[in-house]
């Protein structure tokens, strides 16, 4: 009996592998939301365990022996459309090895496809949607008590041989309610130390902090609404400020970045959040945001305050895309954003543009977007293929007219080949080729890259640039990028013997009809 109770306090959090690998040079995000899960579990008493994957490369046998020694009672998974696949590999490992344990997926793919995702994925047992904390911990709280599922609001379960959704969970009133995430439990050689977003050197320590959760605004080509709907909740700056205190003193963290749906959404909060910035040993931070949230003055009390980089999400050059897209922004208001934050003196601006962001875009309104990037004084752009992530009106329109050629979502990444879609107008080739024309127009340019070397003010910022230029320029040719020790991930486990496992464990079925430890 003491060896189940032990079980059903353990949990393993898990972020699957990227099928595309991680590519180093753009990009370093920590799993932020499973700190988020951890946190409140562990608030709950339970003993939890985070894997990540992303960061590290995933050895089946390794990582069945690391089941075996913390025996979990549940385990659960974070998926992104594209890292799902790889996800359900690991709870197929899982299921062959140890079918007591209780696999949970959640998510923004599983949250818009709740239901598809169990007939799709049999070795996932529970869809958790929506917000994961509290629904997360009252399945942990069932298995510690020996109950089953029923009932679990905000959860998808299996009965029989049935799929059944359950009833949405409120969200969370108070974000200050929540725990600060469990970033002790980041299982990562690189943990904080490098760059969260283009422009940033790995000379700083670097995390995610998220000020709110949420967005109004109704993106056709934006997932977000999978997951939170609608709804916009904010957490209090004196909140935010303890944990920008914890981070530094606990991790040295001297850069934060502004993780946010839309940061800036509420009128003054930019104002009332950078004091609190100004007050902390922050070297730096920074944000994505919208061009109609900020204004000049704003901006100039931004920059005050450390931020040393914005990025606005424009996503095309032409007003007839803007409304289909209903992003709600004009042209002339983008000018004058980016006019002002070089005028606060913020050292990169970066604008976000998507190819193909309305399946009715066309060269015509690609031509304005190339035109658009021209007149800008930007240091960086990010420019993506369109994908019709699950949950967006995009992904409706692209069912709708057959333009999705491809039932892997391994395939939806916007970066590294062409898609397994089209548009109206434009083949996957085409979308692929228009992507990096409109990039290597705008990094490769004699000028920009003149700009950029005046602004270098040391040997590990130029060490960054040339890493990235080298990097660019091989995409650019068509050569792989991606890291390939973390992208070749290992799901052998013919090796592993569970050692004394089963020799020490008996299996019975609980009500549930799942097996359970005793």
Known sequence: MHLLSEKKTKVILIRPPDPMGMVDILSHVLPTNLGYIAAYAMKGGFNVKILDYEQEPFIGVDFLKKIEETSPGIIGFSCMT???????????????????????????????????????????????????????????????????????????????????????????????????????????????????????????????????????????????????????????????????????????????????????????????????????????????????????????????????????????????????????????????????????????????????????????DLKKTQKLIKELDITFISISVIVPYPGTPNYEIFKKNGFIYTDDWSQYVMFGQAPGWRTTHFTPEELLKYQKKLNTSFYLNPRYMLKVLSRVRSLNELGYYIKSGRAFVKWALGLDITNKEKRLSDYSDEAFIPDQYYSKRKFVNNQNNNLNLV
């Open 82 to 364: 594209p890292t799902i696949v790889n996800g359900h590999k690991i709870a197929t490992i899982i299921k062959k090895h140890f079918p007591e344990i209780t696999t949970v997926v959640g998510g923004a793919h599983s949250s818009a496809l709740p239901e598809q995702t169990l007939r799709e994925f049999p070795n996932f047992d529970i869809v958790v949607f929506q917000e994961g904390e509290a629904t997360f911990l009252e399945l942990c709280e069932r298995m510690k008590d020996g109950k089953d599922f029923v009932g679990v609001a905000g959860t998808t379960i299996r009965e029989g041989d049935s799929v059944i959704k359950q009833k949405e969970r409120p969200f969370i009133k108070n974000l200050d309610d929540i725990p600060f995430p469990a970033r002790e439990l980041y299982q990562t050689s690189q943990k904080f130390r490098g760059h969260s977003s283009r422009g940033f050197t790995n000379t700083l320590n670097s995390t995610e902090i998220f000020t709110s959760r949420g967005c109004p605004y109704k993106c056709t080509f934006c997932a977000i609404v999978a997951t939170f709907k609608r709804t916009v909740r904010f957490r209090s700056p004196d909140i935010v400020f303890e944990e920008i205190k914890e981070v530094n003193k606990r991790f040295a963290i001297d850069h934060i970045v502004i993780a946010d749906d839309t940061f800036g959404l509420k009128k003054g909060r930019i104002e009332a959040l950078s004091e609190k910035f100004a007050r902390t040993k922050l070297k730096s931070w920074s944000c994505d945001t919208r061009v109609d949230s900020v204004t000049r003055d704003s901006l100039k009390i931004m920059k005050a305050s450390g931020c040393t980089k914005v990025a606005f999400g424009v996503e095309t050059g032409s007003d007839r895309v803007i409304k289909l897209n209903e992003k709600k922004i004009d042209l002339h208001r983008v000018r004058q954003a980016i006019i002002w934050a070089k005028e606060a003196g913020i050292k990169h601006v970066e604008a976000n543009f998507i190819v193909g962001s309305h399946p009715e875009e066309t060269l015509e």
